[in-house]
């Protein structure tokens, strides 16, 4: 399964607060306005459109990467960070 990564700015509070809500129904949040974790091709979809329906793209950006299973091992934190706990994922 993919490991995803989803980083937004969005200006405004209410829509940032739904992005946030969407995303923290599906992965970990791993700092303000980023979260990760794994997520098959029709969940990745159905969760960047839930997501994509609070973006207004004139003003607000949101990222999407999805990591193969080696650069996902390659993912390094430092700091306070959290180190996802998932015995699939490998976080160094």
Do not use: W
């Amino acid at each position: 399964m993919p490991y995803v990564v989803f980083a937004y700015d969005v200006r405004d509070d209410t829509r940032r607060l739904r992005v946030a809500r969407v995303l923290k129904n599906a992965l970990e949040r791993v700092q303000k306005s980023v979260f990760e974790g794994e997520l098959d091709g029709d969940r990745l979809e159905l969760v960047q459109a839930r997501a994509l329906r609070h973006i207004r793209e004139s003003e607000d950006s949101l990222r999407v990467y999805v990591l193969c299973a080696r650069c996902a091992q390659a993912v390094r934190a430092f700091g306070v960070s959290p180190v996802l706990d998932d015995p699939d994922v490998l976080i160094v």
